[in-house]
């Protein structure tokens, strides 16, 4: 049953800027769903190479378009699409990023089966420019309710596997456009999602995303100093608006959390790390879950070591 001409049940908000060959097998991703009620808004940062073009090649009412200057804050985009769209779903897809088939309607689904959810993400898999796979990207072996703490301490939701119903944009507003927070603004509304209702966010553990890794990605300086800088701007704003104690020792571990595990990934120089752990000693942010990631990190450099040595 096609959609067209009725009121779209969901709306897919796609930012774009100078990827037009991606462009066109992401919006060819949204048009294989199997449902079809849908609006596709795509905003195009000025582009300037042929995504006019390719845009040009989709007659279809549903395929909308628009031009912003969003002074490279990628939310400033998704908030114009959001602002532009009439579904009573919002679905954000990365112009490099692709879709399965069954995406959509399974979201929809399961939102239907459950109507205190706010959030409704998939598992994803990782493929490469020319749409080679990877690996997963996700660590979803079931399916899953998040919780405010678990969120806080491992993101694993990839933005373009995302469903969100339009009532949490009316209530909670749209994605923060603070230039400090450029490529963690959607965890930083994840967060705002589940400081106002906890557990309404499900994970379908099924990887029904294609998250495209690439050269020109604005995720790619995920593990580096900048990003460190980002997660505490994210974090220190997220504490500012909790009220709860509880809450805000969530925060705390999260950030260190993750704070170990980038400056791991990026070979930080021994002084930093062993002044975060005293740090971590200190403030008794010393979890579990951290102790068992610091042994195996350990190991796995104590076998690197003795590797190396014997060759």
């Known amino acids: 049953m096609s959609g067209h001409g009725k009121h779209p049940n969901v709306s897919v908000i796609i930012p774009s800027y100078n990827q037009a060959s991606f462009l066109r097998l992401a919006l060819e991703s949204v048009l294989r769903q199997t449902c079809s009620n849908w609006e596709a808004i795509v905003v195009d940062n000025h582009s300037q190479d042929n995504t006019d073009e390719i845009l040009g090649e989709f007659d279809d009412s549903r395929i909308k378009s628009f031009k912003i200057h969003n002074q490279g804050v990628i939310a400033s985009s998704r908030n ?61 072996v079931e399916d899953e309710v998040l919780s405010y703490s678990e969120l806080a301490i491992d993101n694993h939701i990839c933005n373009s596997s995302t469903m969100v119903k339009r009532e949490v944009f009316d209530t909670l507003g749209l994605l923060d456009e603070d230039p400090e927070l450029k490529s963690v603004e959607d965890f930083a509304y994840w967060m705002r999602i589940l400081s106002y209702r906890d557990r309404s966010a499900f994970v379908i553990k099924d990887p029904l995303t294609k998250y495209r890794i690439h050269g020109q990605n604005i995720s790619q300086d995920h593990v580096s100093g900048t990003q460190v800088s980002r997660l505490e701007a994210l974090f220190q704003k997220q504490i500012q608006r909790e009220e709860c104690p509880a809450r805000k020792r969530d925060l705390l571990y999260g950030l260190n959390h993750r704070t170990f595990i980038i400056l791991w990934a990026i070979h930080a120089p021994r002084g930093q790390y062993l002044r975060l752990i005293r740090e971590t000693i200190s403030r008794r942010l010393l979890s579990v879950r951290l102790v068992w990631f610091l042994i195996i990190k350990i190991f796995q450099k104590a076998f690197r070591i003795v590797g190396r040595r014997a060759d």
């Open 80 to 140: 114009y699409g959001i602002r532009k769209s009439k579904g009573d779903y919002i679905s954000f897809l990365d112009s490099d990023d692709e879709w399965l088939p069954t995406k959509m309607g399974y979201q929809l689904a399961v939102f239907k089966e459950n109507e205190d959810l706010l959030l409704v993400s998939t598992g994803w898999n990782k493929i490469d420019d020319r749409g080679e796979l990877l690996g997963t990207g996700s660590r979803f």
